[in-house]
């Protein structure tokens, strides 16, 4: 048993268990405390991963070396392409995973991972000791609720829900984490001390039912994007397009038999339910102070905000590959249970309905994320780093992308390299970090489309192309992945080339385009430029040309889709890519005018108040960040630049 280590992991949930494996991978030895070693990386709220650009950050973990991907894949019983009818920036993966083989999979992968040691307490206590410069403290360490010592030369906290974390299942409140389990105290305590900000957030979970008291008939089928076929043998197999997974590695596999989802409508009834006891909702009675997802709102919240609408969607998401358990999405409510079943059983699909557990709201502890630098390292204190729900954000998906950059940047840190750092133009996951400590929360942050200015350069389809060449450098990526991504890159080049140089002449292809109601050509043209119509792509252009299709057949068969879709996205939006790819190379000049700690703020007069306000609290480290600060107006960076000159 040793007590010292490299990195010490506070927590094991999705930005945990991200931040120990990166860490002890890249050669620190690493230790992960977590309250329950059963529950690690649990999914709290709905058993699903990905989802409109969520589903591109976990591509991006994959594509840098992470492991979300690859456990999501392992565990998932349905697969859906989200917005197919939009353009290929909006496409997002998601899938439903089974609950408990997630945790499973991340067990084994954590158990097996060298210099990565598991220990199963609560952190009560943080050591700290002046840092070299005497500046601020310097973390050194923790405590934990057993009376155990471990010290550390950098700490990541990742500590969820659990900090002071407040269960209301109506008037009832009950401490803890998450359902089951108990809160941590005693950090929040002392970060505030020190002088971190500290502030209070709420989310909350629908109930679970058992899947055997629903009344399918009345139910509307979601089905996935998976196909099943049965073998003459009577064996059942995923038919699927090799690309509906997460992981860009071809070598991982999905394994378990895709379910269905399903979905019910609220009705009057069910909302004058409701309305009749929004004196008994913590939300209503002045029993919850602290802010909540706007993006995400509780059924209270619906019938009142949208009182004009007489039906909600539901869906019912199963949990696992075989439980009968199913979670009601859209239903999440902190309503006594009472009033949760009594509403539940008026959706006429439900009325038998029967509760594994109702659903509730819970209240916890998270800092501004404006105390953090871009590498999630702490302003206040030297080799602590913050990371998930503890940032102000929601989702698996968010919080894993900000443990995977945690542990890496600590492990850097500590090794005098410098800070691994995703740009806008670069990742959703530079985005999401840029947008938490530039601009902060008012409410709990989570990532859609629209936050990304370069989201044409972000697809999902080319993550690995973007983020695996530099995970490979920084020594988390293998070389197998880096090696995968070569070939990828080159077959799909050398498609796109092939349709360059092919040239289709106007007779031979003419008689298929009347089939097919496409305007004929009048002269010979280039398989390239035939491919910028919106009508053509490579599925019914391969049915006419021949050559074509033997070229497509020649493609690596694991992966065939993936490619050609791939070339094929690059054809039809090259303009449009390489405008954005000019609009980002602008900006980035000016992220590369750096600030650092050169002015003091509160002196500049001629800058407005509120940019020497907010420019001191945030302290920008380039000029195009500066000018992402909400409140900094264009000529308060022309100062900035003016003072940079002199």
């Not at 945790?103 to 307490?121: A, C, G, H, M, V």
């Not at 695996?468 to 090696?483: D, K, Q, V």
Request: charge should be neutral; aromatic fraction near 8%; include cysteine.
């Amino acid at each position: 048993m040793r007590f010292d280590y490299d990195i010490i992991v506070i927590g094991a949930g999705h930005a945990g268990c991200e931040a120990a494996a990166a860490a002890a991978r890249l050669g620190s030895s690493t230790l992960l405390i977590t309250g329950d070693m059963n529950r690690i990386a649990q999914m709290s709220c709905n058993p699903a991963v990905g989802g409109i650009a969520k589903g591109q950050i976990v591509r991006e973990i994959d594509a840098l070396g992470g492991q979300m991907g690859i456990v999501t894949d392992l565990t998932a019983v349905q697969f859906r392409m989200l917005n197919r009818s939009k353009g290929p920036a909006m496409w997002s993966p998601r899938v439903q995973s089974d609950r408990t083989r997630f945790i499973d999979e991340w067990r084994k992968i954590l158990d097996s991972t060298p210099n990565l040691y598991l220990f199963q307490d609560m952190v009560t206590e943080l050591i700290f000791d002046a840092s070299n410069d005497g500046d601020k403290p310097c973390i050194k360490g923790v405590k934990t609720a057993l009376g155990m010592t471990f010290t550390a030369r950098a700490v990541i906290l990742t500590a969820g829900t659990f900090l002071n974390g407040l269960l209301h299942f109506g008037e009832t409140q009950i401490p803890g984490g998450r359902i089951s389990e108990p809160a941590s105290y005693g950090i929040t305590e002392q970060l505030k001390e020190i002088g971190f900000t500290v502030q209070r957030m709420k989310t909350g979970t629908p109930a679970r039912i058992d899947g055997r008291t629903v009344d399918y008939s009345l139910a509307q089928s979601q089905s996935g994007d998976d196909v099943v076929k049965t073998d003459e043998n009577g064996v059942k197999k995923i038919v699927s397009r090799d690309f509906h997974k997460f992981s860009f590695l071809p070598n991982v596999k999905r394994k378990l038999m895709p379910r269905e989802c399903w979905i019910v409508h609220t009705n009057p009834a069910v909302h004058k339910e409701l309305h009749d006891n929004l004196d008994r909702s913590p939300l209503y009675n002045g029993q919850i102070q602290s802010i909540g997802p706007r993006y995400c709102p509780s059924i209270e919240t619906k019938i009142v905000t949208f009182a004009d609408k007489e039906s909600h969607q539901l869906f019912l998401e199963p949990e696992g590959e075989t439980t009968q358990e199913y979670y009601i999405n859209g239903f999440s409510s902190s309503l006594p249970w009472d009033v949760q079943i009594d509403a539940l059983k008026k959706v006429e699909a439900l009325r038998n309905v029967h509760f594994y557990r109702p659903g509730y709201a819970i209240e916890y502890d998270y800092f501004d994320p404006t105390q953090l630098t871009h590498d999630l390292h702490t302003k206040l204190v030297d080799n602590l780093y913050f990371a998930g729900q503890i940032n102000g954000t929601t989702g698996y998906e968010e919080a894993a992308g900000q443990g995977l950059v945690a542990g890496i940047n600590a492990h850097r840190r500590i090794n005098n390299l410098s800070p691994f750092i995703l740009r806008r133009d670069e990742a959703y996951i530079g985005v999401l970090i840029d947008d938490l400590v530039t601009k902060g929360v008012d409410e709990p942050y989570r990532m859609f489309t629209s936050r990304a200015e370069y989201r044409i350069l972000l697809r999902q389809d080319d993550a690995d192309m973007r983020l695996t060449p530099r995970g490979y450098e920084i020594g988390l990526a293998t070389e197998e992945r880096y090696n995968f991504m070569v070939e990828k890159r080159r077959q799909r080049d050398d498609l796109i080339q092939f349709c360059r140089d092919f040239l289709i002449k106007a007779d031979k292809i003419n008689p298929y385009f009347e089939q097919i109601g496409c305007t004929p050509l009048k002269a010979s043209q280039r398989l390239y430029d035939l491919l910028l119509r919106p009508q053509l792509d490579f599925s019914n252009l391969a049915v006419a040309i021949p050559l074509l299709a033997k070229k497509i057949s020649q493609i690596e068969e694991s992966r065939r889709d993936e490619i050609v879709e791939s070339a094929e996205i690059l054809i039809k939006y090259s303009g449009y890519i390489e405008r954005e790819k000019l609009l980002a190379d602008k900006i980035q000049r000016l992220e590369n005018v750096e600030l650092g700690n050169r002015i003091d703020y509160s002196k500049v007069m001629s800058l407005s108040t509120e940019a020497r306000q907010k420019l001191d609290k945030i302290r920008p480290a380039t000029i195009a960040q500066a000018s992402r600060i909400p409140g900094i107006s264009p000529a308060d960076i022309n100062i900035l630049l003016l003072m940079l000159n002199r």
